[in-house]
């Protein structure tokens, strides 16, 4: 099995940042995709962030230029710099990764954490 847990939510006035982090663990072969999602109250969960196993990044446009993706592989982390919050970016954040462990990729997700950015 394996776990995704991810850190560095809180609470941040607009403008400021924060940083997120994700860490896998478990019996890991390889990792894939890593991604973060985010969902608001009473909405539906939305991509935010992808980053391939060779570093490639992709955002969605609502957080381009101002969120950046990184991983590193040695760590089995992925991480999330967020600048310029605005308060739209609340949310609960997730962590999601593409992770072999035996023989083909499963789709695992962490628990979430929780941005809030005050106006």
């Known amino acids: 099995q394996v776990q995704l847990v991810e850190s560095g939510g809180g609470l941040v006035q607009a403008g400021g940042s924060l940083r997120l982090s994700c860490v896998a663990s478990?019996?890991?072969?390889?990792?894939?995709?890593m991604s973060w999602y985010r969902q608001a109250p009473g909405k539906q969960r939305e991509l935010v962030a992808t980053?391939?196993?060779?570093?490639?990044?992709n955002y969605a446009d609502s957080v381009k230029g101002r969120f950046t993706i990184s991983r590193d592989n040695t760590k089995n982390t992925v991480y999330l710099q967020m600048n310029s919050l605005k308060p739209e970016d609340t949310a609960v954040y997730y962590c999601?990764?593409?992770?072999?462990?035996?023989?083909?990729?499963?789709?695992?997700w962490g628990q979430g954490t929780q941005v809030t950015v005050s106006s």
């Open positions: 999601n990764a593409w992770v072999t462990t035996a023989t083909f990729p499963l789709n695992y």
């Open positions: 478990g019996s890991i072969v390889s990792m894939y995709l």
């Open positions: 980053v391939t196993s060779s570093g490639n990044p």
